[in-house]
């Protein structure tokens, strides 16, 4: 038996006018979902629990079988365990962005232009972090690059007490002075900030972004703090060999500490020009090579959602069906028997451009067990179902199980 999980990032979302009053999911032409959800149960599930910011590495953990109550202390401890951070008990880790900040003299007065500078490439981003690294590593804080606009700060025998600490991608196109860190606890990582901006705002790596259109990476942003808690392995966990495809640090920190394999594909870069073939040809050789589990995360919905592209979140779901389930599928029939779960982790609407924990679509198939199913896969059909599962942290068991 072969397992392979389909996780399109954010890709629920709610009905947008521009599309004729559907969501991406009912708009797009994704003809092997909507053939696997012929044959397919469907229904929804509730990944994010109401007490809990709907955060994809909630999200994902759920999906996993690690519940968020036990297992969730931060985005970021996860995402530096992917760049080979070995974090004491005592740091805590906070995700650092590289933002693009409007030019208003007094900080706080700027707003958040972009959360990602402009997807400012790897090969910048670590010229700038090494660059600020130069300023404030210290005993009691590291800076370490990540992928593009995503990187790790340390803080040796820091606090988890800091306030509240916003995702950038919440508040684009917002003035910051209400997010902001404001605890006295989190003073110095407020100073950092500041200091970010006008250290990086002339950097030639940013005059040559700006002489080339793009948009600047003029200031660092901190969030998703957390400590390190270890995950039972996946293998002891479900009697599995698994596998980790995903372009994102988060994907392959939550693979790490759950010692499934990860794997690095060239050209994976968690927006919709990610090499959507090469995740597909990734997922049918670790299948080849013995592996039991492959968990294929892809990003690109998610990011169109917080972007407003609604286009692009329809194209993105299209390129998804036809470019990673369509040969994944194709593989997969070689098999005697296999089962596929197709499921965003949370929702990203359009209409919010930041996610929800409202219940999300999911179709389970197998090819030995094939009933009647749904027309399409869609937010709508899921929910014709009437079949719910409330705790999404049983849904990768009651899918291995049933």
Known sequence: MKYVVLLCDGMADYPVAELGNKTPMGASKTPNMDKLAKKSYVGLVKTVADNMKPGSDVANLSVLGYDPQIYYSGRSPLEAG??????KPTDVSFRCNLVTLSDEENYNDKTIIDYCAGDISTAEAKVLIEYLAEHFNSEE????????????????????????????????????????????????????MVKSYELLKDHPVNKERIAKGERPA?????????????????????????????????????GKFSEMRVVNVEGATGYIDTNFEGKAQACIDELKSGQDFVYIHIEAPDECGHRFEIENKKKSIELIDEKVLGPVL???????????????????????????????????????????????????????????IEDGYNILKYWIER
Not at 82 to 87: E, H
Not at 179 to 187: D, F, I, S
Request: with cysteine; glycine share 8%.
């Open 141 to 192: 804080f590291q800076l370490y690059s990540g992928v593009s606009y995503r990187h790790c700060l340390i803080w040796n025998n820091g606090t988890l007490d800091v306030g509240t600490l916003t995702p950038p991608h919440d508040i684009t196109g917002k003035p910051i002075k209400d997010y902001v860190p404001k605890a006295e606890n989190a003073k110095k990582l407020k100073e950092m």
């Open 218 to 254: 003029n200031s660092m942003w901190f969030w998703g703090e957390g400590v390190r808690k270890p995950l039972m392995p996946f293998e002891e966990k479900y009697g599995l060999k698994g596998s980790m495809i995903s372009a994102v640090d988060l994907l392959k920190g939550i």
């Open 330 to 388: 194709k593989a997969l029939d070689t098999y005697d028997d296999y089962k596929v779960l197709i499921m965003p982790d949370h929702a990203t609407p359009l209409a919010l451009k930041t996610h929800t924990n409202d219940l999300i679509p999911f179709l389970m198939y197998h090819k030995k067990g094939e009933i009647d199913g749904v027309c399409e896969f869609t937010e709508e059909t899921a929910k014709s179902t009437g079949i719910v």
């Open 82 to 87: 992917s760049i080979g951070i070995d974090m």
